[in-house]
């Protein structure tokens, strides 16, 4: 792994506030904060934050906070806010400061824990932008002049290897390695810049949706669909496995033939294993 | 459906008493007079046996005849009623994940949201796939079916290509509705640039933007999860990115899926200035790095396994994260961490191998959800063997070295060294699991 080559690109990462996910109380959102740790990893204390909202929102110092435990000691967090309010949208701004930044790297976290939550943003900052995007990432291993190389969470603890060119948006997946703390001197230090001169629009799209507290999601249930009363008392009231099959009387090297054959059969076991390099 | 037959010569010979076969052929007396006078009951010979395979004794004196299990109808189900739309009025995309090439439950109940759209306005379903060769898209209830396999390349990530199909699909069916599962890095990364890239072109008003974590429809409104446990109430958008369990399967009608051909090749490489993500393949993951309950495949043990070194060297040779019972755990064989069951992790392995682990409910809740679970145990009898898709009755410790010797690379190898740190072997054992938990 090379180092990355960090002051050729500023790094950028939206930030947002989070809810907890038990309690409810606000703090930093989980993706966010992953996404500041894997910034700030890369470019130490050049990473810049971005937050379009409230400027008086406390949880903006929660990830100021984490300017801690860098190469320059006496670093401290920049944080530039695009004030708006709820109803208006993000997009427009962010892409308008982004584009004036001259930022090449853009981290985010996948999707918001407050408001609408859509995951829809990077896509459509990326989009306006003319950027490329890639979701999920769980680490970024280098950085080139104009490429990024990083490794994307797939299902069942699997990752992919992802080159992808630069300027890009990269979301974070929670799998990503976990924030550090955040602390109380360096949240103080830290510096919220306020954007003027940026007019935000009105979220047009929203305008008539309607919110309500999130129900509970019904329970699937086992139906039976059968024409006659027999066939679903049956299907009620049968084991819900068939079982399978039994093989006794085997030496062990019999058992074995039989794993390995039923492993093969099954696609779990392939017959030359892939052997890529490993995963730092 | 069963039609039983009656062998007329068999009925013969069991009228005959004084047929030479006619033993052979009687059903056994149930009750008889003993030698003293008592009467005897034989009461295995009595009743019949049951379709699941439990004896039934019917005492009304009705003859009582089933079947063997195997001939059950509850597997082949109703027959469905084909459905056949000719003219539709639009069309409802459904872009279904298809992880392995085969479509997933996520999928089918994708399919289940179209319908629930299309029907009574006869709009009908269309699938769009970029693997050839998806099977049961009729029985999951596809009307068309829009194959991309011979422009996109359905192995490789390559979100952008994907990307310039399906906008070359919009251009040319212009449909009501895009249906995705909400899925990332699947369906919800494809999903989420499709509506980011048509909401620039088109003007569709207030129902441009894309409802993500749909998981119910009714009445025309879609109802989505949104932040800080809120839902959001909207009208039908364009765009949906639905949830697992978002409508129910199609069951009951089966569908052409009748193959619709579109003219994508001219997006093909026509605007793609340059390649801004490329697959570098898969990576090796450590299975012991991946937590318990996303790991896909696990060999677990338990008190039936003595040669633990052994244990660990199977799961490397098979390429399985570690799982354990919780009497492995508590013996100090395993970390804590690796606790399968309802006090440990809950699992979802697509194959679960549990060597020496009797099948308590505890344990049994752990794996309620994996895919396939093979047994290694002595006990036939035992809970584990009769949850199993596959059981083998051996001694669990031989089986694993069987194993690893067939696939060539036995433990026997390095003897002198599992010998010498047999002394040290508990300490550097530990620290291996701290890293891996
Ligand atoms: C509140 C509570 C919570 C619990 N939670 C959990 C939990 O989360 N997870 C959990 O696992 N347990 C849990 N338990 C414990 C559970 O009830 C069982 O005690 C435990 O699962 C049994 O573990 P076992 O199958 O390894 O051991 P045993 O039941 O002793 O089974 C050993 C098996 O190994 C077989 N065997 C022996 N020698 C060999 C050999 N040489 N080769 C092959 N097979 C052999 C035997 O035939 C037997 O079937 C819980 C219990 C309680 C009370």
Redesign the interface.
Known sequence: MTPPDAAACPVVALVSSG?HPVS?RPGRAREDARAVEMGLTLAGARLQLVHAGNAEEPVLRDYLGMYHGLDDAAAQGELALLPMTPADDAVLLLATWLAESGCRLVLAG???????????LP??L???LGW?????AATIERIDADRV?L???????????????LP?LITV?TLAPPPRQSAFGPARRGRIQVVDGLTAEED????????????A?PK?LKI????NAR?RF??A???S?A???????????Q??????A??RE?K??SEE???????P | MNVRRIDPYAERIRRNRLHPRHQEFARPAWRWAGPNGVTRIDPHAIGALG??GIRRIDRSGAVVETQPLAS???ES??SRRMVVIDDPAGFVMVVPEC?EGRLSDHDRDLFGLARQLADGQTLAVTAVTFQGAVAGLEEAGADRWIDLSATVDGDT?DPESRLAALVSVEAAMSPRHWLFAD???GG??LG??L???L??SSSHG????????V??VAEGLAL????????????LPRILLALP?CA?PV??TRHEARLVSIDAAGSKTSDMT?????????????PQ???LS????ILSGGRGVGDWAGFHHAAEV??ASEGASRVAVDDGNMPRARQVGATGTFVFA??Y?AVGISGAVQHLQGIAKCQ???A?NRD?GCDM???????????GD??L???C???GQPRAAEPSEAVSEAGSGALSKEERYHDAA
């Not at chain 2, 063997?385 to 001694?395: P, Q, S």
Request: charge should be positive; glycine fraction near 8%.
């Open positions: 809810r409810g996948q999707r918001a824990e407050c408001g609408e939550g859509s995951g829809l896509y459509l990326a989009e306006r490329t995007i890639v979701s999920g190389t490794l994307q969470v797939l299902p069942q603890g699997q990752r992919r290897r992802l080159e992808v060119s890009c997946d047009s799209a929203s305008g008539e949706w309607r919110w309500q507290p999130a129900r999601r699937r039976v669909k059968s024409g066939d049956r299907a009231a049968a084991r496995s079982g399978g099959q039994v093989l006794t009387d085997l030496t062990p090297e058992a074995a033939d039989r794993l390995i039923y492993l099954e779990i076991l294993k892939i052997l890529g390099d490993e995963m | 379709p699941n059950s109808p509850i189900g109703p992880p990530h899925s990332f890095p919800g990364d989420r640039r509506a980011a890239r909401s620039r207030a129902n441009a933007r894309a409802a993500t974590r998981w119910q989505s999860r949104a932040g800080d446990r809120q839902d959001i109430q909207r009208e369990e129910k069951s009951e340059a390649v801004g993500v490329v697959d570098l393949g898969r990576v090796a993951v450590d790095q991946i937590p996303q790991a896909p495949f098979l390429g697509s194959c191998i396939r679970v093979v290694i036939p063997v009769k949850r199993a898709d596959l059981a083998l009755i051996a001694d031989a089986v070295a069987a194993v010797e067939r696939l």
